[in-house]
Nanobody, 126 residues
Framework: QVQLVESGGGLVQAGGSLRLSCAAS????????MGWFRQAPGKEREFVAS????????YYADSVKGRFTISRDDAKNTVYLQMNSLKPEDTAVYYC???????????????????WGQGTQVTVSS
């Protein structure tokens, strides 16, 4: 049974930082691209960032480019999302997910991912 557990969310003031972690169990993340998505109340789930299986390529939504950084540590079976210069519009539940396809190139569509975590709440106050 594959499980992804996100952590690191919380309440932060605008301009602050948070580091989200996504720890996997039941499967090695090695060889799989990983993604972060978020969903705000009343809105659809949207792509935030993704990282290829090798860590060579990363992609970001325009809204977070230059502020967020995705990284991975396969030895710890964990993916991270460093979020700096947070804005109130970053408030959402953040989810991590595993690419369906081995050795994928960090897809940006939610349909490309099969296993998802339960999410962690990030709230940015103004």
């Amino acid at each position: 049974q594959v499980q992804l557990v996100e952590s690191g969310g919380g309440l932060v003031q605008a301009g602050g930082s948070l580091r989200l972690s996504c720890a996997a169990s039941g499967r090695s993340l090695s060889g799989r691209a990983m993604g972060w998505f978020r969903q705000a109340p009343g809105k659809e789930r949207e792509f935030v960032a993704s990282i290829s299986w090798s860590g060579t390529w990363t992609y970001y939504a325009d809204s977070v480019k230059g502020r967020f950084t995705i990284s991975r540590d396969d030895a710890k079976n964990t993916v991270y999302l460093q979020m700096n210069s947070l804005k109130p519009e970053d408030t959402a539940v953040y989810y991590c997910a595993i690419d369906k396809t081995p050795s994928g190139s960090a897809p940006r569509l939610a349909g490309a991912y099969d296993y998802w975590g339960q999410g962690t709440q990030v709230t940015v106050s103004s």
